[in-house]
């Protein structure tokens, strides 16, 4: 069993991380973004765990519609990409919650696997 000074001395010795790891916290519950992200402008992002990251998007002819999350960034490359911005934002929007329910379905396997 620690003794309270063991504890005290574990603390002194870990408080600057301690208060660096609040304050991180802090600032990107500040930052999660929680609207509708607006395709027509630069600069999108989109959250997952708890951060934002940038959206990147492609248009490739010869290919299917993919999204990847590589290098902290969504990468969406999109067959056919319309210039209507409301298909174009429906498009976006499911390949990304399909995205996150698959993900989604890996992160729950893993924890009950775990358990």
């Not at 500040?30 to 998007?57: A, C, M």
């Not at 492609?58 to 990409?81: A, G, H, M, P, Q």
Request: hydrophobic share 35%; with cysteine.
């Amino acid at each position: 069993m620690l003794k309270l000074k063991d504890v005290e001395k574990i603390l002194k010795e870990k408080i600057s991380w301690i208060l660096r790891k609040q304050r991180e916290i802090r600032e990107m519950e500040k930052t999660i973004e929680v609207t509708k992200p607006d395709f027509s402008k630069t600069n999108i992002t989109l959250p997952y765990l708890g951060k934002n990251y940038k959206v990147e998007i492609k248009e490739l002819k010869e290919e299917n519609d993919s999204l990847v999350f590589k290098n902290e960034r969504f990468l969406f490359t999109i067959n056919n990409y319309s210039r209507n911005i409301e298909k174009f934002s429906e498009k976006i929007k499911n390949m990304y919650e399909d995205w996150l329910y698959c993900q989604a379905g890996t992160i729950f396997k893993n924890k009950v696997n775990f358990l």
